[in-house]
Nanobody, 116 residues
Framework: QVQLAESGGGLVQPGGEHRLSCTISGDTFGLDVVGWYRQASGKEREMVASMMIQGPSNYLDSVKGRFSIFRDNARNIHFLRMTNLKPEDTAVYYC??????????WGRGTQVTVSS
């Protein structure tokens, strides 16, 4: 089993920067993909950023150039750095991992609100 714990949600002003963290614990051997999804009120959950442990990253078109995903392998933490935040980035952000057996694990989510 894998457990995920997000941290870093909060209120951010438009144009501001913020960083989310996802700490992974448990059976972390064999993780293949780590990433972030988000779900705004009344909308479906969407992939924001993902990266293969040994490969490239992918981003939602609307966040390309503004968000970046990176990982601290030694501490099993991955991050989402968000810059130039917009009100439409307001959502609950979920940490996500998938292992080599295609099992998926999710965090409980953390709210990010972009508002002045």
């Amino acid at each position: 089993q894998v457990q995920l714990a997000e941290s870093g949600g909060g209120l951010v002003q438009p144009g501001g920067e913020h960083r989310l963290s996802c700490t992974i614990s448990g059976d972390t051997f064999g993780l293949d993909v780590v990433g972030w999804y988000r779900q705004a009120s009344g909308k479906e959950r969407e992939m924001v950023a993902s990266m293969m442990i040994q490969g490239p990253s992918n981003y939602l078109d609307s966040v390309k150039g503004r968000f970046s995903i990176f990982r601290d392998n030694a501490r099993n933490i991955h991050f989402l750095r968000m810059t130039n935040l917009k009100p439409e980035d307001t959502a609950v952000y979920y940490c996500y991992v998938k292992d080599e057996f295609l099992r998926e694990y999710w965090g409980r989510g953390t709210q990010v609100t972009v508002s002045s």
